[in-house]
């Protein structure tokens, strides 16, 4: 089946930290990727997307690449701030059994002033 | 145009007694999912409606729980003889023809 592995958390970074964020999935086929994110108190929002090998999602200054050869799709961001505290989902969605998100089980981040 | 909207925000409600969570999704958006995110087991696709064909019922855990999707729009989750282990925050999503699902708040459950 489907399947979408993320580090645990909580990760926690020092504001202007380098962040990586892994992700590997299991999937038949070429899946769309997605990472979602969760602020403390509001609901999920999708923060990027990637549907094809190679793509490159980025927003807010996160970016995560498409890979299909390692089966990937790694959140980073070059200087992380204190805004950025949340709890990060990756996710699919298979090009071959309905719509349906499948989850990671989520990372928490937390960036100290 | 206003996001998806869910209601009640919070229920609290006693073992055994049924429960109804309701769903506006985005006006247009064909597509509407329920998804359940508890402190065990992550979030979990429910249930998936797209448009008038048939819902895709796979991921609901048991015959307790049921939806609907009235009139193409908003959606009410139905969870009979809750449990304690019904507890967790009911989501809704939904999608344009595009495979971007756009989330409400959730709705906290709490059986006691």
């Known amino acids: 089946g489907n399947s979408v592995t993320q580090m645990e958390g909580p990760v926690t970074l020092s504001e202007e930290a380098f962040l990586t964020i892994n992700c590997t999935y299991t999937?038949?086929?070429?899946?769309?990727l997605f990472w979602y994110v969760q602020y403390p108190g509001e609901g999920l929002q999708l923060l990027l997307k990637a549907t094809k090998a190679d793509d490159k999602g980025s927003n807010k200054g996160f970016e995560a690449t498409y890979r299909k050869e390692t089966t990937s799709f790694h959140l980073e961001k070059g200087s992380v701030q204190v805004s950025d505290s949340a709890v990060y989902f990756c996710?699919?969605?298979?090009?071959?059994?309905?719509?349906?998100?499948?989850f990671g089980g989520g990372t928490r981040l937390m960036v100290k002033p | 145009g206003a996001g998806v909207s869910q209601s009640p925000s919070n229920k609290v409600t006693e073992k055994g007694k049924d429960v109804e969570l309701r769903c506006d999704p985005i006006s247009g958006h064909t597509a509407l999912y329920w998804y359940r995110q508890s402190l065990g087991q992550g979030l979990e696709f429910l249930i998936y409606f797209q448009g008038n064909s048939a819902p895709d019922k796979s991921g609901l855990p048991s015959d307790r729980f049921s939806a609907e999707r009235t009139g193409g729009s908003v959606s009410t989750l139905t969870i009979q003889r809750t449990q304690q282990e019904d507890s967790a925050v009911y989501l809704c999503?939904?999608?344009?023809?595009?495979?971007?699902?756009?989330f409400g708040p959730g709705t906290r459950l709490t059986v006691l």
């Open positions: 999937a038949t086929g070429y899946p769309s």
């Open positions: 999503a939904s999608s344009a023809h595009t495979d971007t699902q756009y």
């Open positions: 996710a699919l969605i298979p090009n071959n059994a309905g719509n349906m998100l499948t």
